[in-house]
């Protein structure tokens, strides 16, 4: 059965290398922490790669995220995948758990998780399902 987990989070993102720039394009590695709130509590941390373009508004990005905490009162964790792109303004952002990758209670977890900014709080929606 699938359910939703709605909620907000906060994001700390620290760089762990010197930006990487040549012919226009900056790569960069960073760390990912963050804070869950709401149906879904407890931590993500992680690491990110992206790409910044001399293009405005055009950028792309990867990232591993384990999840631990939580969530509507089962607890254990799992990994998001980010794959992220910015086209000139346009965003198409895909966050999905990582298949097989839950344990403790979200064993069997798959899913996909959105993300909204509103006036620069991050809110989440966490569709997903638990296998047998």
Not at 27 to 36: C, D, Y
Not at 58 to 80: D, K, M, N, P, Q
Not at 91 to 96: E, G, H, R, Y
């Amino acid at each position: 059965m699938t359910q939703q987990a709605k909620g907000t989070f906060e994001v700390d993102l620290k760089p762990l290398s010197e930006p990487n720039s040549v012919d226009g394009a900056t790569l960069g590695r960073m760390s990912i922490n963050k804070q869950f709130h709401g149906d879904l509590t407890g931590t993500g941390k992680g690491e990110m790669l992206s790409a910044m373009t001399a293009v405005e508004g055009s950028a792309g990005y990867v990232a591993i995220e384990r999840v631990s905490g939580c969530l509507h009162g089962r607890t254990g964790s799992f990994v998001f995948q980010h794959v992220g792109i910015l086209n000139r303004g346009e965003q198409q952002l895909t966050i999905t758990v990582v298949p097989d990758s839950g344990a403790g209670e979200l064993a069997g977890i798959s899913g996909s998780f959105t993300i909204n900014i509103v006036d620069g709080q991050h809110q989440y929606i966490f569709t997903y399902s638990l296998g047998a």
